[in-house]
Structures are given as C-alpha cells and as structure tokens.
C-alpha cells in the first residue's frame, strides 16, 4: 500500500519570522515591565517612604515601632509597583494561582524556611514589647551591646568594640535578655577585697561617703555598703548605690570615677587590699 503524497506546500513553513517576533514581543514586554516596575518602586521609595517617615516622627511614635511600620511599608511599595506593573503589561494574571497551586506553594515554603517565620514572629514579639527598644543596652548569654536596628529577620546589636552583630530574631525571642536601661534608677554595686584585719568599719564609712560625694549618685535610696565574703584572710565588701537615667556612658564613667575616689581614700587610709 503506498502513502498518498503530500503537498509540497504543506511541507513549507516558516519557521525564521514567527519565533523571532514571538521572542521580540515577549523581550519588550519583559523591558516594559521591569522599567515600569522600576519607576514605580522608585516614586515609592523616593516619595512614599519619606512623608511616611516624617508623618511618624511629628506623633513622637517610638523609634522601634516605627522602623518596623517604615519596613512593613516598603514592603507594601514594592508589592504595589510589582503588581501595577503586571497589570500594566496584561501580566496580571500570574498572580492568580489556582487554590491547590497556593496550597501547595504554602506548605512547600512553611517547611523550607521554618527557621525564618520563627524569626518573622520574634521579630513582631520584640517590636510590640516596650521595654525593648532601638538604643537600649542590653545582655544576653555571654554578649552585650546597643541595639541599633531591628527588622523582620534580625537584630542589630553593636558591641562596645565597636562590632556589629547580626543577631536572629528568635534567638532574643526564646533566651533571657537582661535590658540594662530599661528602669530607672538603676542600682549598681561593686565588691571591694580587703584584709580581714582592716577596720571594716572604716571601710564601709570610706565607700558611702565617696558615694555620697558624687552628685550623680542619688540621695535616695541612700548608698548602703555590705560585708558579702570572708575567705582566706580577705574580706569582700560590697557597695550599693543608685543613678538616675542610666545608660552605658553614665553606668561606665560613674563607676570608674567612684573607683578611682575609693582606691585614692583606700590608699591614704592604709588599708591593705
């Protein structure tokens, strides 16, 4: 049996015009939406963004509270010129994906980034918490410093040396973090080792009055000094003594000056140490 011929004009396509045109279009459409997309989230960042910014400051909201809204809105900016942009260019209805399409992509992305969503929800417990704020000086398992930013992922705590530590947010979310500024006053308190056979008397007298000398060092509470060790012929002598406003500068410089009054009386007491 023979197959009937074909026509030799069936046989003739062209293949070089079409495709290439289907990629031209589909190029300028790409262009189109990327420079739309562009424009939009540049009008957003520049305009947008800024009066929200100012808006924010006039109502004295907390710093911390609003970086998190100025974030949540750039977020809000760079949905809305991406979703202006497809609708622009009829690309619209890529964001419309079927309900089991959404299902799927939900608990695909739940299992693959669970560490983010927990510090995605770290990251509202620690905005929404008032004794923790941008500029406090806080502790936390062997590191201290002063928080500088917070976002929906991480912490940014800069040492006193000067280094910048990226911390996640689940991480100050589960773990005890001691906010060292977060009352006023604050009570600070150093033991001082002496010989036993020093006139604890005497020395208790030296470390309330140079506590009382310092005019950052508040009346009331009134200072108070305890004998808190006794070991191996030493003596450990604490003083206690209030401050108002504290910071780290104020906690640090207080300290040291009262350290270097009571060594100074110490010294010229002869006390051993």
Partial sequence: MTTPAVPLALLQVDFSDRPLGGYLELLRDLAVLVVLFAVLYAVGRRVVLPIAERALATQ???????????????????????????????YGYLLS???TVVAALTVAVGFASRDIAANLV???????????NIGDWIRWQDKEGVIEDISFRVTRVRTFD?????????????????????????RISHTFHVGDD??????????VEEAKASENVLDRPTPTVRVVELDNGRAGVQARY??????????????SNYFQRVNRRLNEADIDR
């Fill in 242 to 255: 209030w401050i108002d406003q504290p910071s780290r500068e104020a906690f640090v410089t207080i300290r």
């Fill in 162 to 186: 000067n280094e910048l530590l990226t911390v996640p947010n689940s991480q100050l979310a589960t773990n005890v973090v001691v906010n060292a500024v977060a009352k006023s006053p604050r």
């Fill in 60 to 90: 004295h909201i907390p710093e911390t509270v609003a970086s998190a809204l100025v974030k949540m809105l750039h977020v809000v900016v760079v949905l809305t010129a991406l979703r202006l942009a497809l609708d622009t260019t009829d």
């Fill in 198 to 207: 020093a006139d604890l008397g005497e020395v208790a007298s030296i470390l």
């Fill in 122 to 132: 770290g990251g509202v417990f620690i905005v929404t918490d008032p004794k923790f």
């Fill in 97 to 99: 994906l079927p309900p």
